[in-house]
């Protein structure tokens, strides 16, 4: 029987392996190379697992709930996988990023419900990061989720 998924988030994780044979024999590699497949993943990274699981983490020590707010300053794939799995999961998201990050970064992270609070390029992550604290101080933001711990998350990455 064919398994149906009931929430994008299961399909976060379970990615194929894939041997690498021809490669292995063109460069005459003894061992068996295989490679696992992230980009099957619903976000198209290994990173979704990340943003899913620190939100889980969020949710199960009780710092988060649907009426939470998460901020997260990010311009990589891990903000990618959090606007994803907040998008997926119903929180609201607002991602401090330099604004020297690409539209199409930008754009995407937009399309995947995130809220983007951009700071000034020269300032680089450490402007993002300023503009974050500055951001949780005048408002009721729960959660800043980069201060969680990545070991934290791991049981909840398959």
């Known amino acids: ?6 929430n994008l988030t299961d399909l976060i994780g379970n ?4 041997e690498l ?11 068996k190379i295989i490679a696992k497949l992230e980009y099957f993943n ?25 009426n939470s707010v998460i ?17 997926a999961l119903g929180y609201r998201l607002i991602i401090t990023l330099p604004e020297s990050f690409s539209v199409e970064r930008r754009k ?10 951009l700071t000034p390029a020269t300032e680089g992550m450490s402007g993002a ?4 604290k500055k951001l949780r ?11 969680l711990k990545i070991q934290q998350i791991h049981k909840y990455i398959r």
Not at 52 to 59: F, L
């Open 1 to 6: 029987m064919t398994n149906i998924a009931k």
């Open 15 to 18: 990615t194929p392996l894939l």
């Open 21 to 31: 044979s021809n490669f292995a024999r063109k460069y005459q590699v003894e061992a």
């Open 42 to 66: 619903p976000a198209g990274s290994v990173k979704d697992r990340i943003g899913y699981g620190m939100i889980k983490d969020a949710e199960e020590k009780g710092l988060i709930n649907q």
């Open 71 to 87: 901020i997260e300053p990010t311009s990589g794939n891990t903000g990618v996988g959090l606007a994803f799995a907040a998008a």
């Open 108 to 117: 995407l992270l937009i399309a995947l419900g995130a809220e983007l609070v």
């Open 129 to 132: 990061i300023k503009r974050l």
């Open 137 to 147: 101080l005048q408002s009721l933001i729960h959660l800043y989720l980069n201060s």
